[in-house]
């Protein structure tokens, strides 16, 4: 029996055609679409172009907007299980965290694995197709919290920038977690040595990288946020933490270490282009400065901030200044949502209160998503449009009732409130199709996740 050889049969390649509108994050020009290929962008094609060889298939998007997948910076899976949870509704960030606490404590494995793919699930229909995670929670029997998160990542399909957090101050010890909430430092190093180990990848199209994340200056001592430093570099991984959130966080830092956020990030050795921060609120001219200098990076949380009242960070300040921004949803529990593109609209609002219509415009805020989120994570391979990058779409239709009467395809994606993406693809496969994920009960996970998300506060 005769047999073909493997060249015999022309690779699949994929044309992207002539979308409604097009975000490359870059102004190259894709109006006719873009050529996929083993998983990456081979080709942008010009508007009225034909791809320069033979495709094996195309995709007729001309009733789409074609962006890059978003990529969030910033959340807290396991919080989707606390959403709108009543006793926390009005308060600011200090008296939140301690009423939350008690209940994140009682978090199990089987909580921890619907929360994440809940999360998961609620970003890709928002068209993001890679998410950082701070997960810093490691009570009794959930020692395995990361691996689980590992395993959700891998079976829904997307990227991932996973960090293993830490608490080691306790209340005790004049900081605000609850003493079954911190761990000792060698148990942490030994943890995220391990993590390391088993699960990050490296170069272009990694699916699931692991970083370091002591979670805050009310939370951890200096000496683990020195250790987890040497170790990131020894490891050449990445760094993460919250900071310059609130002012009581700011007050805090005076009061504990003597020193204002940025000053303390120098000290133990965080200030510098490995690192990536959350939130960022609270910078003077001076610390913008140092951050754009060291190429620290800041992950703008708007919905977050607005929810908790912390207050307008100075985005636009910190990206003129060399500050890679990106964007992040932060936790479901103050959020309360994990919506991406929804999250560009609350930063081109936001940021307008305190810049001005004419300084952030949607192309602004698209580009913090899109290629300065990729910027924040340390990666070039994502978050733009462009031959030889991952092939990681967003693709959203405009014939819902809220976009009728709208004009410009780009700027009605976020003017006109679009929630929900009706293809995401990730390495060249499609993983929403018509705006649903193929193979996921979303009715049951929604039904296990509810009656977790009762449990949980009720104590039982």
């Given at each position: 029996?005769?047999?073909?050889?493997?060249?015999?049969?022309?690779a699949?390649?994929?044309?992207?055609?002539?979308?409604?509108?097009?975000?490359?994050?870059?102004?190259?020009?894709?109006?006719?679409?873009?050529?996929?290929?083993?998983?990456?962008?081979?080709?942008?094609?010009?508007?009225?172009?034909?791809?320069?060889?033979?495709?094996t298939?195309?995709?007729?998007?001309?009733?789409?907007?074609?962006?890059?997948g978003?990529?969030?910076?910033?959340?807290?899976?396991?919080?989707?299980?606390?959403?709108?949870?009543?006793?926390?509704?009005?308060?600011?960030?200090?008296?939140?965290?301690?009423?939350?606490?008690?209940?994140?404590?009682?978090?199990?494995?089987?909580?921890?694995?619907?929360?994440?793919?809940?999360?998961?699930?609620?970003?890709?229909?928002?068209?993001?197709?890679?998410?950082?995670?701070?997960?810093?929670?490691?009570?009794?029997?959930?020692?395995?919290?990361?691996?689980?998160?590992?395993?959700?990542?891998?079976?829904?399909?997307?990227?991932?920038?996973?960090?293993?957090?830490?608490?080691?101050?306790?209340?005790?010890?004049?900081?605000?977690?609850?003493?079954?909430?911190?761990?000792?430092?060698?148990?942490?190093?030994?943890?995220?040595?391990?993590?390391?180990?088993?699960y990050?990848?490296?170069?272009?199209?990694a699916?699931?990288?692991?970083?370091?994340?002591?979670?805050?200056?009310?939370?951890?001592?200096?000496?683990?946020?020195?250790?987890?430093?040497?170790?990131?570099?020894?490891?050449?991984?990445?760094?993460?933490?919250h900071?310059?959130?609130?002012?009581?966080?700011?007050?805090?830092?005076?009061?504990?270490?003597?020193?204002?956020?940025?000053?303390?990030?120098?000290?133990?050795?965080?200030?510098?282009?490995?690192?990536?921060?959350?939130?960022?609120?609270?910078?003077?001219?001076?610390?913008?400065?140092?951050?754009?200098?060291?190429?620290?990076?800041?992950?703008?949380?708007?919905?977050?901030?607005?929810?908790?009242?912390?207050?307008?960070?100075?985005?636009?300040?910190?990206?003129?200044?060399?500050?890679?921004?990106?964007?992040?949803v932060?936790?479901?529990?103050?959020?309360?949502?994990?919506?991406?593109?929804?999250?560009?609209?609350?930063a081109?609002?936001?940021?307008?209160?305190?810049?001005?219509?004419?300084?952030?415009?949607?192309?602004?805020?698209?580009?913090?998503?899109?290629?300065?989120?990729?910027?924040?994570?340390?990666?070039?391979?994502?978050?733009?449009?462009?031959?030889?990058?991952?092939?990681?779409?967003?693709?959203?239709?405009?014939?819902?009732?809220?976009?009728s009467?709208?004009?410009?395809?780009?700027?009605?994606?976020?003017?006109?409130?679009?929630?929900?993406?009706?293809?995401?693809?990730?390495?060249?496969?499609?993983?929403?199709?018509?705006?649903?994920?193929?193979?996921?009960?979303?009715?049951?996970?929604?039904?296990?996740?509810?009656?977790a998300?009762?449990r949980?506060?009720?104590?039982?």
């Open positions: 029996m005769q047999t073909s050889s493997p060249a015999a049969f022309p699949a390649r994929i044309w992207i055609r002539n979308p409604l509108a097009v975000f490359t994050a870059n102004r190259l020009d894709a109006s006719g679409g873009l050529v996929i290929e083993a998983g990456r962008i081979t080709e942008l094609v010009a508007a009225g172009g034909r791809p320069a060889a033979p495709v298939s195309t995709f007729d998007a001309s009733a789409h907007v074609l962006l890059p978003l990529i969030n910076t910033h959340h807290h899976f396991y919080q989707t299980l606390t959403r709108a949870w009543a006793p926390v509704v009005n308060t600011p960030l200090f008296p939140w965290l301690k009423n939350l606490y008690p209940v994140w404590a009682r978090l199990s494995p089987e909580d921890l694995e619907l929360a994440t793919t809940v999360a998961l699930a609620e970003l890709l229909r928002s068209g993001c197709t890679t998410a950082a995670d701070h997960h810093y929670l490691f009570p009794d029997g959930l020692e395995q919290a990361v691996d689980v998160q590992v395993s959700a990542v891998r079976r829904l399909g997307m990227r991932a920038m996973l960090t293993r957090g830490s608490m080691t101050l306790g209340e005790d010890d004049g900081g605000l977690p609850p003493r079954a909430t911190v761990q000792a430092a060698e148990v942490i190093l030994a943890d995220s040595e391990r993590l390391i180990g088993a990050h990848e490296r170069g272009d199209g699916v699931i990288q692991i970083g370091l994340a002591p979670c805050s200056p009310f939370s951890v001592t200096q000496e683990i946020m020195k250790a987890s430093a040497a170790l990131a570099e020894a490891h050449d991984v990445r760094l993460h933490t900071l310059a959130e609130t002012m009581d966080e700011e007050a805090f830092c005076l009061e504990m270490f003597g020193l204002r956020t940025v000053d303390y990030l120098e000290s133990v050795g965080w200030l510098g282009d490995r690192t990536w921060l959350a939130h960022g609120v609270h910078f003077n001219d001076s610390e913008i400065a140092r951050l754009g200098a060291a190429g620290t990076a800041v992950a703008h949380c708007p919905t977050s901030n607005m929810r908790l009242a912390s207050g307008i960070g100075r985005m636009a300040e910190l990206e003129d200044a060399g500050v890679p921004v990106g964007l992040g932060d936790g479901s529990a103050s959020n309360d949502a994990s919506n991406l593109i929804l999250e560009a609209r609350q081109l609002y936001l940021q307008r209160l305190r810049y001005g219509a004419e300084a952030i415009t949607p192309e602004r805020a698209l580009g913090w998503a899109t290629r300065g989120s990729a910027r924040a994570l340390g990666r070039s391979d994502i978050g733009e449009l462009a031959p030889g990058r991952q092939a990681d779409l967003a693709l959203f239709r405009l014939d819902d009732l809220r976009f009467g709208s004009h410009d395809p780009l700027s009605a994606l976020l003017l006109c409130g679009a929630d929900r993406a009706d293809r995401v693809m990730v390495g060249g496969e499609w993983k929403v199709v018509d705006g649903e994920l193929p193979g996921l009960d979303l009715e049951e996970l929604t039904a296990r996740h509810s009656e998300a009762r949980l506060v009720a104590g039982g």
